[in-house]
């Protein structure tokens, strides 16, 4: 069963701080998304990737397929981007395709 | 631009009482899914559907039954809940069943079964 994980679990930061938060995975990937939940919403999805790098504003999503690795960087963070990111690998092979959520990372940016 | 609606956004059930959770979107979308969020869990697929009329079962159905009469609509039931139903509800859609394809989420429904 394929598993992914994600670290740290919470962090708190302040204001302007670079953010990095890291997704591994157990099997090899089709995709992996990116997701963001803030408090009390729904989810939207931020980034899609399966190589190399992807830059979004303030955000950044990077992949390493060789070590199953990705992390999501913030740069001067806000607190508005308090919320919780999600990362989820798009698994396709042995008749089980689909999405496999981490557990998401608790970010918090005071002022 | 609806995207992915969700009615109720809150319900309290009593154990044993059923319930009918809808999901709405207006992408035209073919895929729809339903799934729940538990605290310290990632999200997990209840029940998905690849086109009108069709619908098939995720990673934990039991309990729940849904359809898709109409391509818009993706319908959860509950027949007789349970407190371990209690749970964040999502539902999303996509365009696709593939690698590449973007997942369009609801607000989700919190649901107590007291």
């Known amino acids: 069963k394929n598993e992914v994980e994600q670290s740290p679990q919470n962090l708190t930061a302040q204001e302007g701080e670079f953010i990095t938060i890291n997704c591994s995975y157990s099997?090899?990937?089709?995709?992996l998304h990116w997701l963001q939940q803030h408090p009390g919403g729904g989810i939207v999805s931020l980034f899609m990737l399966s190589s190399g790098k992807k830059k979004h504003g303030r955000l950044i999503a990077t992949i390493n397929i060789q070590e199953k690795h990705s992390s999501l960087h913030i740069t001067a963070s806000h607190p508005r981007d308090s919320a919780v990111y999600i990362c989820?690998?798009?698994?396709?092979?042995?008749?089980?395709?689909?999405?496999?959520f981490g557990k998401g990372t608790h970010l918090i940016i005071q002022p | 631009n609806a995207g992915v609606t969700q009615t109720p956004k809150f319900r309290v059930l009593k154990t044993g009482q059923s319930m009918t959770l809808l999901c709405a979107q207006d992408?035209?979308?073919?895929?729809m899914y339903w799934y729940r969020q538990d605290p310290g869990m990632g999200l997990r697929l209840i029940h998905y559907?690849?086109?009108?009329?069709?619908?098939a079962k995720g990673e934990v159905p039991d309990g729940y039954n849904v359809s898709r009469l109409k391509k818009q609509n993706f319908l959860l039931g509950l027949e007789s809940a349970a407190p371990s139903q209690t749970s964040v509800y999502f539902c999303a859609s996509s365009y696709s069943w593939t690698v590449n394809t973007e997942a369009f989420f609801g607000q989700g429904t919190r649901l107590t079964v007291v």
């Open positions: 099997v090899g990937i089709s995709a």
């Open positions: 559907s690849v086109g009108e009329g069709t619908t």
């Open positions: 992408m035209n979308h073919e895929y």
């Open positions: 989820a690998e798009w698994y396709s092979g042995g008749g089980a395709d689909g999405l496999t």
